[in-house]
C-alpha cells in the first residue's frame, strides 16, 4: 500500500517493512536478532527457525525492493551475539553494498567492534533527516519534525458487528509520530487505543489493510 | 500384640477421656489399620476429627515404638550395654494441605496433643507465608512433622541433599484430598509422594511407608484413593464415617419475583434480608464466587447496615496474608459478626463460633455446597445451617436441584488429571535443580503414579530431549542450555540463574501478574492483577479488602495507594476459572424444570419462580426433560441461535464450537459464542443457514471425534488452554507474585510460543497436550455424545423472536465469548470495518454508550 507521508511516499509492505521511495531507503524495527537464541541459552525452548524466519523475510523483501539503505529504528539485536546473530553475520555477507544505519533501541548492547565488523553505522539516540526524525522511541517533546519510532510493537483490534473482534499487528501514523510494528515474528503485541486523526495499517496474512475507524 | 492393648493406645484413649472424649468408631479403625501397615483414606463429614484420625495414629504409633525401645533399652543396659536404641528424630510424618490458611490452625492443634501426651514433638509448617529464617532452621533441624503445601515440597525436592529431610519418614498424609484431585496440584502431589518414596526404599528398603488422604465425600473415593496410591504391593483401605452430619437448607427468597433479575450477579436486593439472619447469629460466613464479588458485597452489607462497621470483615486470595491472618484469628475468638469470603474459607479449618452459612449465587456443585455448608455447625451432631441467595431467577431452579441431590446423596466425582506434560517437566527440572536425577529410576517412578501409568516410552525419550537440548532432532534448538548429566551420571541444572527462576516458579497456579497494593504511608493491603490497575487512572478509585482506595501510582512493582474521600468505587475482577455447572446438576436441573410447570413438587423455590417461567412459556416455551429448546432471535445485534442442552457451561463450550463448526460447512460465516450452565449462543451478523427441519442432522453423534477435533482447532479453545501448559512447563515466567524480577529480555506470551510451536514445531507435546486438554478435560466424548444422543431422542421446540427471553438472557449478557469463522479473513476485516464506520456515525448521533465494564 502506497501512502503519502509529510510529502513522501511511503511503501507499507505487509511483511512489516516501510519503502520510503525517494531515498530507496528500506525502513524496519524491533529485529530481535539473537532473541531466540538468547531464551534457548537461558533454558527457554524456541526453535532456532523463528530467527532464521525473520532473515528469510528480510531477504524476499531486499529482492522486491533493492534498496541502498536499511534503516532499523532500534531493538536489532536482542542483548548479545550468539547463534542467530552469527546467521546474521552470514546474511549480511550477501550484501555488501547495502548500508545498514541503526538508531539504538533499549535492546542493543553489542560492543561497538560488533557493530563495526559488521559494517553497521550506528545512532546512539537518532537520526534527523528532514522531516522525519528516527528515533527508537517516540519523544515526549515535539518539534519541527515528524517522529518515525518502534519499541511498542503496535497492534489494533478490529470490532465488528455481533461482537466480533480480532486483532492484528499494524502500523500507527498519528498526529507527531508514527510506529512501525515489530518486525520479528517473535514478538508480542501493544494495543493502541487510537486517537482522533490517527491512521492505523492493519497487516494481515495476504496484505495491508488501511483501518479507519475503530470503536 | 494387639493395638487396644498397646501402651500408646491406652494413653491416647486415656487423654481423651480426661478431656471428655470419645474416639469415634472411623477413627479408631484408623488407628487398627495404621498399626497393621495399611495405607488409604479416610472419608468423614468436617466436624468429626479428621485430622486426629489419621494423626493420633502416627502418634499412637510413635508412643509405641518409643515404649518398646525403652522396654529394651532396659533389657539391653541390664547387660550393661549404653547404646541408646530409642527412634530418632527427624521427620515423621508429611502432612498436605491444599490451602495455607490451613496449617497455621492444625498446627496449633497438633502442638496441643504433643504436648499433653507429653510427646517430644515439633510441628513445623512450611509454605509461601513461612518466613526465610524458619526455613533455615527446619533445613537443620527438620521438625517430626512439617505440615506443607505441594508447592512447598516440590520446592524442599529443588533443594541439595534432600534425601537426608526423609530419613525418619514414617507416613504421608494428604489433606483435603478431594480439593487437590482432579487439579494439576494433585499431580504435583503424585510426584513428589512417588519421588519421597522412591528415596526411602532406596535407603531403607525394609522400612513401611503408609500414605494416607483425608478426603471430603465425592463420587469416586475408590479411585480418589488409587490415584494417591497407587502401589499393588501396599495394603490400602477406604474407612467411612458412619456418623451423618445434618444440613439445613433454607433459600432466601424476594417479596415478589420481578426483583430479581433474569441474570446478572447481583441480587443486592436482597442484601436486607441477610441482616436479621446475621443478626441472629453468633458468626456468619458469606461465601461469594469471586473476589470481586465479594468486594461488592461487603460494601453493600455496610450500606444497609451501619452497625455492622468493625463486625464485619473480608477474606479472599487476594488480601495481605497479616489481614488473612487477622481475621481468621478474629472469627476464632467470635469478634466478628459476619466475614465475606470466596473459596479462601472453604476448607478445614475450625472456626467453633461459625453457625451460620450463606452461600450467594450458584456454587455449581453439590459437593462445594455441602463443604461450604459444613463450615457451620462444626462439632458432631451439631446441624449445619446453610442459607441460599440466589442472584438471579433461574438459580431458584438450581437452589431446587442442589436440595434434592443433597438429600438423595448425588454428589459428583473428581476426576483425576492424566498426562499433564507441562507438570512432569516442570518436576523433571525441580529435581534436575536439587540433587539431580537418575532418569531410568524416575522413569520407573512415575509410570507407577497414575497421573502417568499410560507414559509411553518415545514421550518420555521427547520430554527428556525437551529439557536437555531444547527439542527434538527435526527442529534445531541451537545453544540450548537447561539440564545436562553431571560427572555422576545425573541430570542436574548447571547455571544459577535458570536454577533461580525455577524455583522462583515452582507451583501450578497460574494467574495474571500480581501487584502488591501498598499504602503511601506503609502497610500492604494485598493484591491486585496488573492487567486491572493497568486499566486505571492515577485519583481514581477502587475497592480491596474492603477499603476504598485511591490510586496514586505504580512504583517497582508496587501499587501505591491511599485512603479515598470516595464511599463506593469499582472494585477489581479478578480473573480466574469460571466453575462449570456439574452433570449431576445438570440432569436434576433438566427434571425440576419439568416439575415447576407441573407443579409436581414440594418446593418453594419452584412455585416462587412459576411466573417467570409462565412468562417463558408464554414468549417462547420452557423445556420439558424429553424436549430440546432452540430459540432463534433476531435483534439488531445479528442473529442468535440459543440452544439449551443444561448440560453446563463445559459441555456447552464444546457443543457450541462443534455447531457452529458444522454450520460453518454449509455457507462461511463467522461466529460469536457465549455459553452458560444452561445452554449456548451463536451470534452472527448474517442469517444463520439454517435447516430447520433437518436440525437433529446438526446435533449428529456420527462423525463426533473429526467434528470436535476440527472445531477445537478452529477456535482459540486449546491457545487458551496453553496459557497455563506454558507456565507450568517454565516457558514463560510470570514472575513471583509480589516480587518483581528483572527479566525483561526473557518476557514472553503464551500466545506467542503457541503461535511459535504451531508453526515450526508441531511434534511439540506440549502443544498436544493443550488440544487433549481443551478435549478431554472439557469433557469426555461420552458426555458429549450421551447428550447429543439424549437430543436425538427429543422432541426439538424451534422458537423464533425478536425479543429475549427469560431464559436466553443470562446468556447473553455474559462476557466471555469465543469466536469462530470459516469466512475468509479479508471478507471479513473489509466488512467489520465498513460496519464500525456506520456505527461510529450512529454513536456519534445518540451519543451515549453503554458501559459494559
Known amino acids: 500500500m502506497i501512502i503519502d507521508c509529510k510529502g513522501e511516499q511511503f511503501i507499507l509492505n505487509k511483511e512489516r517493512a516501510i519503502f520510503w521511495v525517494a531515498k530507496k531507503m528500506l525502513i524496519i524495527s524491533d529485529l530481535h536478532i539473537g532473541k531466540s537464541a538468547h531464551f534457548r541459552r537461558s533454558g527457554i525452548q524456541v526453535p532456532d527457525t523463528v530467527g532464521l524466519t525473520d532473515l528469510h523475510r528480510l531477504t524476499s523483501l531486499m529482492k522486491e525492493f533493492e534498496p541502498d539503505t536499511l534503516l532499523v529504528t532500534g531493538d536489532m539485536f536482542h542483548n548479545n551475539i550468539n547463534s542467530d546473530a552469527n546467521a546474521f553475520v552470514d546474511w549480511r555477507r550477501g550484501y555488501p553494498h547495502l548500508k545498514i544505519v541503526l538508531i539504538k533501541g533499549n535492546h542493543d548492547a553489542l560492543k561497538n567492534e560488533d557493530y563495526e565488523a559488521l559494517n553497521i553505522e550506528v545512532h546512539t539516540k537518532e537520526l534527523l533527516c528532514a522531516p522525519f526524525r528516527f528515533i527508537h522511541d517516540q519523544p515526549v517533546e515535539r518539534d519541527e519534525y515528524y517522529n518515525i519510532c518502534g519499541h511498542i510493537h503496535p497492534g489494533v483490534v478490529l470490532y465488528g458487528k455481533a461482537r466480533q473482534q480480532l486483532k492484528f499487528p499494524c502500523f500507527y501514523f498519528g498526529q507527531h509520530c508514527a510506529i512501525l510494528p515489530a518486525f520479528s515474528v517473535f514478538t508480542g503485541l501493544k494495543i493502541l487505543k487510537p486517537q482522533e486523526g490517527d491512521r492505523f495499517y492493519a497487516l494481515t496474512l495476504h496484505k495491508v489493510i488501511e483501518v479507519k475507524r475503530i470503536r | 500384640m494387639q493395638l487396644e492393648k498397646s501402651k500408646g493406645y491406652k494413653k491416647v484413649i486415656k487423654w481423651l477421656k480426661q478431656h471428655k472424649k470419645k474416639p469415634f468408631k472411623f477413627q479408631t479403625d484408623a488407628w487398627l489399620y495404621y498399626a497393621e501397615g495399611y495405607s488409604g483414606l479416610i472419608n468423614a463429614p468436617t466436624g468429626f476429627g479428621k485430622t486426629f484420625s489419621i494423626f493420633l495414629a502416627v502418634v499412637i504409633d510413635e508412643l509405641n515404638a518409643d515404649l518398646s525401645s525403652a522396654a529394651s533399652t532396659a533389657a539391653v543396659k541390664k547387660k550393661g550395654s549404653q547404646i541408646q536404641q530409642k527412634r530418632k528424630s527427624g521427620l515423621k510424618l508429611i502432612w498436605i494441605t491444599p490451602l495455607r490458611s490451613l496449617a497455621k490452625d492444625l498446627a496449633r492443634a497438633m502442638r496441643e496433643v504433643c504436648e499433653q501426651l507429653e510427646l517430644d514433638w515439633h510441628i513445623g509448617v512450611r509454605n509461601g507465608d513461612t518466613p526465610q529464617n524458619e526455613k533455615l532452621k527446619q533445613k537443620k533441624q527438620m521438625p517430626e512433622v512439617l505440615i506443607i503445601t505441594p508447592e512447598s515440597i516440590h520446592l524442599l525436592l529443588a533443594q541439595k541433599s534432600t534425601f537426608n529431610y526423609f530419613d525418619q519418614l514414617q507416613c504421608i498424609v494428604a489433606d483435603e484430598w478431594h480439593e487437590l484431585l482432579g487439579s494439576k496440584r494433585g499431580v504435583m502431589t503424585e510426584l513428589a509422594i512417588s519421588r519421597i518414596r522412591g528415596l526411602l526404599i532406596d535407603q531403607h528398603p525394609e522400612r513401611l511407608l503408609r500414605i494416607w488422604g483425608i478426603s471430603a465425600t465425592i463420587g469416586n473415593l475408590e479411585q480418589a484413593m488409587d490415584v494417591l496410591v497407587p502401589y499393588d504391593e501396599v495394603l490400602k483401605t477406604i474407612i467411612k464415617s458412619d456418623v451423618e452430619k445434618k444440613i439445613e437448607i433454607r433459600s432466601i427468597l424476594p417479596d415478589h419475583i420481578d426483583m430479581l433479575p433474569w441474570a446478572g450477579h447481583l441480587g443486592h436486593k436482597l442484601a436486607h434480608k441477610l441482616l436479621p439472619i446475621i443478626h441472629k447469629s453468633k458468626t456468619t460466613l458469606i461465601f461469594t464466587n469471586t473476589r470481586g464479588q465479594a468486594e461488592l458485597w461487603y460494601q ?136 539431580g536425577f537418575d532418569d531410568e529410576k524416575i522413569f520407573f517412578e512415575i509410570k507407577q503414579t497414575h497421573a502417568f501409568r499410560e507414559l509411553l516410552p518415545q514421550e518420555w525419550k521427547w520430554i527428556m530431549q525437551f529439557i536437555t537440548t531444547g527439542g527434538d532432532s527435526l527442529t534445531a534448538y541451537n545453544e540450548f542450555k537447561k539440564v545436562s548429566k553431571d560427572e555422576d551420571g545425573l541430570w542436574k541444572v548447571k547455571s544459577r540463574q535458570i536454577a533461580m527462576r525455577h524455583r522462583l516458579h515452582i507451583g501450578t497456579i497460574v494467574s495474571d501478574a500480581m501487584l502488591k497494593v501498598k499504602y503511601l504511608t506503609g502497610g500492604y493491603v494485598g493484591m491486585i492483577e496488573e492487567s486491572f490497575i493497568s486499566r486505571m487512572k492515577p485519583g481514581s478509585s477502587f475497592t480491596l479488602a474492603g477499603r476504598v482506595l485511591e490510586f496514586i501510582m505504580v512504583k517497582e512493582m508496587m501499587v501505591l495507594v491511599r485512603k479515598s474521600k470516595m464511599k463506593q468505587a469499582i472494585s477489581p475482577s479478578w480473573m480466574g476459572g469460571r466453575i462449570s455447572l456439574s452433570a449431576n446438576l445438570g440432569s436434576i436441573l433438566r427434571k425440576k424444570y419439568n416439575e415447576t410447570l407441573n407443579k409436581t413438587h414440594g418446593e418453594e423455590e419452584l412455585d416462587f419462580i412459576l411466573p417467570l417461567f409462565e412468562r417463558q412459556a408464554k414468549v417462547s416455551h420452557v423445556p420439558k426433560s424429553d424436549e430440546f429448546l432452540i430459540e432463534l432471535i433476531n435483534t439488531k445485534d445479528g442473529y442468535h441461535f440459543f440452544a439449551y442442552p443444561f448440560e453446563g457451561r463445559q459441555v456447552h463450550e464444546i457443543m457450541a464450537a462443534l455447531i457452529a463448526y458444522r454450520l460453518g460447512r454449509i455457507k462461511p460465516i463467522s461466529f460469536s459464542i457465549a455459553m452458560n450452565d444452561y445452554g449456548f449462543e451463536l451470534l452472527s451478523e448474517q442469517p444463520i443457514p439454517l435447516d430447520e427441519a433437518h436440525i437433529k442432522a446438526l446435533f449428529t453423534p456420527v462423525n463426533l471425534s473429526e467434528d470436535i477435533v476440527a472445531s477445537i482447532n478452529a477456535t482459540e479453545m486449546a491457545r487458551r488452554k496453553f496459557r497455563d501448559i506454558a507456565c507450568i512447563s517454565g516457558l514463560v515466567f510470570q514472575g513471583y507474585p509480589g516480587k518483581y524480577v ?112
Not at chain 2, 440466589?390 to 441431590?405: C, D, N, Q, S
Not at chain 2, 454428589?411 to 535443580?433: G, H, K, N, W
Not at chain 2, 447428550?787 to 436466553?808: F, G, H, N
Not at chain 2, 464500525?836 to 453503554?850: F, G, L, P
Open chain 2, 742 to 853: 528483572a527479566n525483561k529480555h526473557l518476557q514472553s506470551s503464551a500466545g506467542l510460543f503457541f503461535s511459535v510451536f504451531s508453526d515450526y514445531d508441531k511434534h511439540n507435546l506440549l502443544l498436544r497436550q493443550a488440544y487433549d486438554e481443551a478435549f478431554y478435560q472439557q469433557i469426555e466424548e461420552p458426555r458429549l455424545a450421551a447428550a447429543l444422543k439424549r437430543i436425538q431422542e427429543s422432541k426439538i421446540i424451534i422458537v423464533k423472536t425478536d425479543r429475549y427471553t427469560p431464559l436466553c438472557f443470562p446468556i447473553k449478557v455474559d462476557s466471555l465469548r469465543d469466536s469462530m469463522s470459516s469466512e475468509e479473513l479479508s471478507h471479513r476485516i473489509e466488512r467489520m470495518t465498513a460496519e464500525s464506520e456506520k456505527t461510529a456515525q450512529v454513536k456519534k448521533k445518540n451519543n451515549r454508550r453503554k458501559d459494559d465494564h
Open chain 2, 300 to 435: 453493600t452489607l455496610l450500606a444497609q447496615d451501619e452497625n455492622l462497621a468493625g463486625q464485619l470483615a473480608i477474606h479472599h486470595g487476594s488480601i495481605d496474608y497479616e489481614l488473612r491472618n487477622w481475621i481468621e484469628e478474629a472469627i476464632h475468638t467470635g469478634v466478628l459478626k459476619a466475614v465475606v469470603c470466596t473459596s479462601s474459607l472453604d476448607l478445614g479449618v475450625d472456626f467453633k463460633p461459625v453457625d451460620t452459612v450463606i452461600q450467594i449465587g450458584s456454587p455449581k456443585g453439590v459437593a462445594r455446597f455441602l463443604q461450604r455448608a459444613g463450615r457451620s455447625g462444626h462439632s458432631p451432631y451439631e446441624t449445619s445451617k446453610i442459607y441460599f441467595l440466589p442472584t438471579h431467577a433461574l438459580e431458584l431452579v438450581e437452589a431446587a436441584a442442589i436440595k434434592e441431590a443433597a438429600r438423595t446423596q448425588d454428589i459428583e466425582s473428581r476426576e483425576p488429571i492424566v498426562m499433564s506434560f507441562d507438570a512432569l517437566i516442570q518436576y523433571l527440572v525441580t529435581l534436575a535443580v536439587g540433587d
